[in-house]
């Protein structure tokens, strides 16, 4: 019996918003999972001037706007946090939506970059942490 996946994980973020992966998942009905949402805390990505002008619209802080664009366009966003105040700003993005015509400015953004890039030296290093605990 083959088990169907449900969710993809994966890096996505408005610099890499993975377009033509979810034009496939979608055909599929298979979720995708953001990795890197906030783009591994990049400051280019977080103080782009576009989410600085929708977070003053909308009283909302940048990654508030990005987490809000994550789940407008149907991703499974799941963001990182330490911090208490971070955590629950995180949650506080479902009082607002973004409109079309906001999210087609978004998807300009698009630079179709990585800050994930697994190199040969990063998979033998992983390969080795997996053999490790296959042991």
């Given at each position: 019996?083959?088990?169907?996946?449900?969710?993809?994980?994966?890096?996505?973020h408005?610099?890499?918003?993975?377009?033509?992966?979810?034009?496939?998942?979608?055909?599929?009905?298979?979720?995708?999972?953001?990795?890197?949402?906030?783009?591994?805390?990049?400051?280019?990505?977080?103080?782009?001037?576009?989410?600085?002008?929708?977070?003053?619209?909308?009283?909302?802080?940048?990654?508030?706007?990005i987490?809000?664009?994550?789940?407008?366009?149907?991703?499974?966003?799941?963001?990182?946090?330490?911090?208490?105040?971070?955590?629950?700003?995180?949650?506080?993005?479902?009082d607002?939506?973004?409109?079309?015509?906001?999210?087609?400015?978004?998807?300009?953004?698009?630079?179709?970059?990585?800050?994930?890039?697994?190199?040969?030296?990063?998979?033998?290093?992983?390969s080795?942490?997996?053999?490790?605990?296959?042991?």
């Amino acid at each position: 019996m083959e088990i169907k996946p449900q969710v993809v994980q994966v890096e996505a973020h408005p610099y890499y918003p993975q377009t033509k992966l979810k034009e496939i998942l979608s055909q599929t009905d298979i979720a995708l999972m953001a990795w890197y949402p906030l783009g591994h805390g990049d400051k280019n990505l977080i103080e782009e001037p576009l989410f600085s002008q929708l977070g003053k619209k909308y009283g909302k802080t940048n990654a508030q706007i990005i987490l809000r664009w994550h789940t407008q366009c149907g991703n499974i966003v799941i963001p990182g946090s330490k911090n208490p105040e971070h955590i629950r700003d995180n949650f506080n993005i479902f009082d607002f939506s973004l409109t079309d015509e906001e999210l087609a400015e978004i998807r300009k953004l698009d630079k179709n970059t990585r800050y994930y890039a697994a190199t040969p030296e990063i998979i033998e290093a992983y390969s080795k942490m997996q053999l490790k605990e296959d042991l």
